[in-house]
Structure formats: structure tokens, C-alpha cells
């Protein structure tokens, strides 16, 4: 099993695009963690030597923080009970994690994460990144979807 890639290919990008870059990065890694179980060390081992700014079937990857992408990814999955904490008590009446689609699970993990782990991060620019990252997998209805609960869970954890 791959990470899915986003719709559209990504050319390179300038510093300022770097932790864009790592978060759609760390999306990605985690979806691979959830789907595949890669153990951490060998996951971001690979994201450093082989996807971060690597060129894969013709697609140019971003370069990306790198130890951003880092925090990401260990502060998520350190903190995954949590999140999914708060996430499903933002979702609405009769759903469930387990009903969300992978990517768009981790998403939500990633942007949940950045606003009770990244008080350097303002609200609104975690909830903006990450419903870009979901515009690059899926339709405008579900980067709205995003919007709504990162920014309900943002209410509910920084006031």
C-alpha cells in the first residue's frame, strides 16, 4: 500500500511553502503509519531520505520542514487518544472515526494536533492549511467538512 497522493502534481516550492509542504507531508506519513503500521523510525527515515523534496513518477515533491514534519507526525501520534477525543465529540450525532475516510482521518489528526500542540501556530492558519491540504485529496464539500470541525475543536481547546 502507497500514501495517497493529491490530486494534481506539485512543483517545487520556495522556502515560505515549507511547512505547507510538511504538513501535507506528515498527512500522508501518518496515513502510511495507519494503513501499513511502518514502525515511526523507519516511516520518517523515509520521508526525510526519500519523499521530502524528491522527485516520484515525475511528480516534484516540496521541499518541507523538516522538523516540523517531525513534530507532526510524533506529536500526533503521541497524542492520537486525545485527538480522537475531541474529534468525536465534534462529529455529528451517530458518527464515528471509524465511519471518516483514512486520509481524511488524518487530516483532521494532523490539524487537531497543530492546534492543541502548536500554540506558535495562529488558529486560523492551522484550520486555512489544513483545509488546503484537503482541497488536494478531495471535493469543496469535505475541505468544508475539515473547516468545521478543526474550527469547532480550535473553539473548544484555545477559547
Same mark, same amino acid.
Given at each position: 500500500?502507497?500514501?495517497?497522493?493529491?490530486?494534481? =502534481? #506539485? =512543483?517545487?516550492?520556495?522556502?515560505?511553502?515549507?511547512?505547507?509542504? +510538511?504538513? @501535507?507531508?506528515?498527512?500522508?506519513?501518518?496515513?502510511?503509519?495507519?494503513?501499513?503500521?511502518?514502525?515511526?523510525? +523507519?516511516?520518517?527515515? /523515509?520521508?526525510?531520505?526519500?519523499? @521530502?523534496?524528491?522527485?516520484?513518477?515525475? @511528480?516534484?515533491?516540496?521541499?518541507? %520542514?523538516?522538523? *516540523?514534519?517531525?513534530? @507532526?507526525? $510524533?506529536?500526533?501520534?503521541?497524542?492520537?487518544? %486525545?485527538?480522537?477525543?475531541?474529534?468525536?465529540?465534534?462529529?455529528?450525532?451517530?458518527?464515528?472515526? /471509524?465511519?471518516?475516510? #483514512?486520509?481524511?482521518?488524518?487530516? &483532521?489528526?494532523?490539524?487537531?494536533?497543530?492546534?492543541?500542540?502548536?500554540?506558535?501556530?495562529?488558529?486560523?492558519?492551522?484550520?486555512?492549511?489544513?483545509?488546503?491540504? +484537503?482541497? +488536494? *485529496?478531495? %471535493?469543496?464539500? /469535505?475541505? $468544508?467538512?475539515?473547516?468545521?470541525? &478543526?474550527?469547532?475543536?480550535? $473553539?473548544?481547546?484555545?477559547?
Amino acid at each position: 500500500m502507497t500514501t495517497p497522493t493529491p490530486k494534481g =502534481s #506539485k =512543483s517545487p516550492t520556495p522556502k515560505s511553502q515549507a511547512r505547507p509542504a +510538511a504538513r @501535507l507531508a506528515a498527512v500522508q506519513a501518518l496515513y502510511q503509519f495507519d494503513m501499513e503500521g511502518t514502525r515511526l523510525v +523507519a516511516l520518517l527515515d /523515509e520521508f526525510h531520505r526519500h519523499r @521530502l523534496g524528491a522527485e516520484i513518477e515525475g @511528480l516534484q515533491f516540496a521541499e518541507a %520542514e523538516v522538523a *516540523f514534519f517531525d513534530d @507532526l507526525v $510524533k506529536g500526533t501520534l503521541a497524542r492520537r487518544d %486525545e485527538i480522537d477525543a475531541l474529534l468525536s465529540g465534534k462529529l455529528a450525532e451517530g458518527w464515528r472515526l /471509524e465511519r471518516l475516510d #483514512k486520509t481524511m482521518l488524518q487530516i &483532521l489528526r494532523c490539524g487537531v494536533y497543530e492546534i492543541i500542540g502548536r500554540a506558535d501556530v495562529p488558529t486560523g492558519t492551522a484550520i486555512s492549511e489544513y483545509v488546503d491540504v +484537503a482541497h +488536494a *485529496f478531495f %471535493e469543496p464539500r /469535505e475541505a $468544508k467538512f475539515v473547516n468545521g470541525v &478543526l474550527d469547532a475543536v480550535a $473553539k473548544a481547546t484555545r477559547g
